[in-house]
């Protein structure tokens, strides 16, 4: 793996530049290892590599929250909070050893199958599986196979993300005034604006399903917040 270990520092600080989709158009400062590096390590460490689709295709069991499905974002909190594959928990690959004892206490099973990464071919994210092998993992597998997830979904957010997309005219639209969006359809606002999907973490499965309706009326900028609406205007 000192092929991979190599890459890891000149990539984390260019991933630190790295975005949630709509928030921020920044990119990598330094070029990414080309997919084929990345795609060959992964099938190094014995990890198969799946895509959007075929996340996609486990995301029911993702918002429903089973526990046999679970994803993990490698980025820096600060990328994470402006854009994630819904339901994905942050464990920053370069505070691994700190962050992981909050992971632990999840009480995720060793055999859930786990996904690392946002569809970007990404060393930060084999780094994570690296980490998480050692700790008796068994399911990992590498989202590293475009597209990136939010050029294709609506996607989620965290207080802060959500905060900078107010201050950037994101509209929001609070799921506790408009539970069935007849007014936001009504309104037919800009189709480019940034839409963030606003509801109570305790009805997160309904908001969920509220983003994909927004996203599926061609609002392509699509965020879903679990929370409360007061902390984000």
């Given amino acids: 793996m000192k092929h991979i270990d190599s890459l890891l520092l000149p990539v984390a600080l260019s991933l630190s530049m790295a975005h949630g989709f709509a928030l921020a158009q920044s990119e990598p400062t330094i070029a990414l290892p080309p997919a084929e590096v990345i795609l060959k390590a992964a099938a190094d460490m014995g990890v198969q590599a799946v895509d959007s689709a075929y996340v996609m295709a486990k995301l029911p069991q993702l918002l429903e929250r089973s526990g046999k499905v679970f994803v993990i974002d490698a980025r820096p909190s600060r990328n994470y909070d402006e854009g994630h594959v819904p339901t994905a928990y942050n464990i920053y690959d370069a505070k691994f050893k700190l962050l992981y004892p909050d992971f632990e206490k999840l009480g995720i099973a060793k055999d859930a199958e786990i996904f690392l990464g946002i569809g970007r071919p990404c060393p930060m994210s084999l780094n994570n599986i690296k980490m998480l092998k050692e700790k008796g993992y068994t399911n990992l597998k590498a989202f590293v196979k475009g597209p990136v997830y939010f050029e294709k979904?609506?996607?989620?957010?965290?207080?802060?993300?959500?905060?900078?997309?107010?201050?950037?005219?994101?509209?929001?639209?609070?799921l506790k005034d408009d539970p069935d969006l007849s007014k936001f359809l009504a309104a037919n606002a800009q189709k480019d604006k940034l839409i963030v999907v606003a509801g109570a973490k305790a009805s997160a499965l309904a908001n969920y399903a509220a983003a994909a309706k927004v996203y599926g009326a061609g609002y392509m900028k699509t965020a879903v917040f679990n929370g409360d609406i007061a902390e984000i205007q």
């Fill in 153 to 174: 979904n609506y996607f989620e957010v965290t207080v802060k993300g959500a905060k900078k997309g107010v201050g950037n005219g994101a509209i929001v639209v609070n």
